[in-house]
């Protein structure tokens, strides 16, 4: 997977088209990302030690990896990514702008 925990994505389809926000955690198998503030949904909790008052809670919900796309750190534009080797070591880049991300 070409994103990784930690980057600056935008979504780009979907309900939250347009908001933007930081990868909290990859999903490798399920090709998924979870976005912290994005894809909220409501859950009935039932009380109990964790949740003493119960009541209606809101969770994220992990997103497609095809949603999202990255947004380059150095041009601050939407991107995909590629690979390059570069001193022996092979670095993600922005297709724009070239940098290494």
């Known amino acids: 997977m070409k994103i990784k925990k ?3 994505v935008r979504i780009i389809s979907g309900k939250d088209k347009g908001r933007e926000g930081i990868i909290e955690k990859v999903y490798l198998k399920a090709n998924k990302v979870l976005i912290s503030g994005i894809n909220l ?17 809101e ?9 999202v796309m990255l947004i380059c750190p150095k041009c601050h534009k939407l991107t995909r ?3 390059e080797k570069r001193e022996k070591k092979k670095w993600r880049i922005c297709k724009k702008c070239r ?3």
């Open 6 to 8: 930690g980057d600056k």
């Open 41 to 57: 949904y409501k859950r009935h909790i039932k009380k109990s030690e964790k949740f003493p008052q119960g009541g209606v809670v």
């Open 59 to 67: 969770i994220p919900r992990p997103l497609l990896v095809s949603k």
């Open 81 to 83: 990514v590629g690979f």
């Open 99 to 101: 940098e290494k991300i």
